[in-house]
């Protein structure tokens, strides 16, 4: 079984990967960008030099 990506800023696991042409990361809830977030569990989109995919599963949101 694979290992889930974590996040490279927090060490989170990573709902999701995005890229903006010149740089690209794993990223949580926490430090993803609002396409990212917008994006329905599965759901990829490409613009131009971006890229942004949320993963299919949904990790549970903690937040008090």
């Known amino acids: ?8 800023y927090c060490e ?6 995005q890229s903006f042409g010149c740089c ?3 990223v949580c809830r ?4 609002n396409l990212l ?9 490409a613009s131009g030099e ?3 995919e949320r993963y299919d599963t ?3 949101d903690h937040s008090p």
């Open 1 to 8: 079984m694979a290992e889930k990506p974590k996040c490279e």
């Open 12 to 17: 989170k696991d990573a709902i999701g990967f």
């Open 24 to 26: 690209c990361a794993y």
């Open 30 to 33: 926490d430090h993803a960008d």
């Open 37 to 45: 977030l917008s994006l329905k569990p599965g759901e990829k989109k």
């Open 50 to 52: 971006c890229y942004f």
């Open 58 to 60: 949904p990790v549970p």
